[in-house]
């Protein structure tokens, strides 16, 4: 089993950045495709980053290109998304998520992730 833990989160204002950390425990991430999801209010969950643990492969959505960047502490067992230049649109539980797959690829869908974390509140103010 792992877990995932999300922090960073909190009350910010447009133009701010942040980055939120996930912090995996109970097996190591080494072989681990890793991603960020955020669920906005009213709306579904959705894609935002994924990268191979250890191959520093990354795809993003499309709408976060350019300001949002997913990273990876392999001594730590952690995961980051940094977000800069953050929208009110921006605002959403963003949650981490792990895959255990081989071969080890890119994954963008839900369906695909065998870990969640509870999520992190990000909330931005215009």
């Known amino acids: 089993q792992v877990q995932l833990v999300e922090s960073g989160g909190g009350l910010v204002q447009a133009g701010d950045s942040l980055r939120l950390t996930c912090v995996a425990s109970?097996?190591?991430?080494?072989?681990?495709?890793m991603g960020w999801f955020r669920r906005a209010p009213g709306k579904e969950r959705e894609f935002v980053a994924t990268?191979?643990?250890?191959?520093?492969?990354?795809n993003y959505a499309d709408s976060v290109k350019g300001r949002f960047t997913i990273s990876e502490d392999d001594a730590k067992n952690t995961v980051y998304l940094e977000i800069h230049n953050l929208k009110p649109e921006d605002t959403a539980a963003y949650y981490c998520?792990?895959?255990?797959?081989?071969?080890?690829?890119?994954?963008?869908?839900?369906?695909?992730?065998?870990?969640w974390g509870q999520g992190a509140q990000v909330t931005v103010s215009s």
């Open positions: 998520a792990a895959a255990f797959k081989e071969p080890i690829v890119l994954l963008t869908k839900e369906r695909h992730y065998d870990y």
């Open positions: 109970g097996r190591t991430l080494s072989g681990a495709t």
């Open positions: 990268i191979t643990w250890g191959g520093r492969v990354a």
